[in-house]
Each structure stands twice: as C-alpha cells, then as structure tokens.
C-alpha cells in the first residue's frame, strides 16, 4: 500500500505531511522519501501529522533513523499535531522523550 505525503516549505523548513496510515506495509516507501529529502540536504524538517490515522513500529523506526541522521549533520527532526491515540503510542513507547513534539505547525515551526 502506497503512502500519500504532502510537502509544504516554510521559511526554509520543509514541511512532511504523511496522510492516513503509517505502517509495515508504507514505512519502506516513506523511508525512501523522507531521506531523498535529507540526502537532498535538508536539515530542519517538521513531521506534521495532522492528517495521520495510526503510526506502527515500522513508520516510528523511521522517525529515529531521520532524526539520528538530523542530529548528525547539526539539523533537527520536529513532530506536530498529533491526534490523541498517535500522541498516546508515543508517550508509551518513549518517543516522546527522544523527538521533539509540539502541538500545532506553529510551535514547531518556531523550535527550528
């Protein structure tokens, strides 16, 4: 199953917006798309999951494996606007302790 990811920039953010589920089945595919982006050279980029229905393991290990490679080149890996059951799978696996998360784009914009 493909995965639709919206880009937006702003400022010089780029802005990802992956659409309904995050899966084994996508987290390959969206792998391959957030790090053309960093190979592309990108160093602030904002995960905006507004319009995200279910994240499993496979699309969170792609978070850790962007975010490590941001930290690495000085850049920074941001999440924001998480509904309530996203934002409960990351405070109980511990993410939310590992990648910054804000409320809306606004806050996350402002952290970069």
Wanted: proline letters at 1%; aromatic letters at 6%; a neutral charge.
């Amino acid at each position: 199953m493909e995965i639709e990811v919206r880009e937006e920039r702003e400022g010089g953010v780029m802005i990802l917006l992956p659409v309904g589920r995050l899966d084994s089945t996508n987290a390959r595919e969206f792998e391959d798309i957030v790090l053309d982006h960093l190979n592309a050279g990108e160093k602030r980029l904002v995960l905006d999951f507004t319009h995200l229905t279910f994240i499993s393991s496979s699309g969170m290990r792609v978070l850790l494996i962007a975010a490590k490679r941001l930290r690495a080149t000085a850049g920074k890996l941001v999440l924001c606007s998480q509904s309530e059951s996203i934002r409960e799978i990351f405070a109980i696996s511990g993410f939310d302790r590992i990648i910054s998360i804000y409320k809306d784009r606004a806050g996350a914009l402002a952290a970069l």
